[in-house]
């Protein structure tokens, strides 16, 4: 699955079942469904999930927790807007996936 196959996939009702925890949880995010994604990636331990944490409470606003989970995942801060972030993260999860 490519970047566009992934955006393309938001029409539908729910993730496709192969997606790792930061991609469903990612797609989740892109339907506003925060609740939902937030529970997705809150108990994973990977790197990647911590980064879309992150992104996640950037979204909401909440910085101070945001700029925890970017630490956590090794990401600096984002200082590009969220749909960007959204885009980049959605890039390089789908590009490191065999």
């Avoid at 699955?1 to 496709?16: E, L, Q, Y």
């Avoid at 339907?31 to 990647?48: F, L, M, N, P, T």
């Avoid at 960007?84 to 789908?94: F, S």
């Amino acid at each position: 699955m490519n970047v566009a196959d992934f955006i393309a996939s938001i029409s539908g009702a729910a993730p496709a079942p192969d997606l790792n925890a930061p991609l469903a949880g990612l797609w989740w995010a892109a339907k506003g469904d925060w609740d939902r994604a937030h529970k997705i990636v809150q108990d994973e331990s990977s790197r990647e999930a911590a980064w879309v944490h992150a992104y996640l409470h950037r979204v909401e606003g909440d910085l101070g927790n945001a700029g925890y989970w970017y630490r956590q995942a090794g990401q600096p801060a984002a200082k590009d807007s969220l749909e960007a972030e959204w885009e980049r993260i959605a890039a390089t999860l789908l590009g490191s996936r065999t």
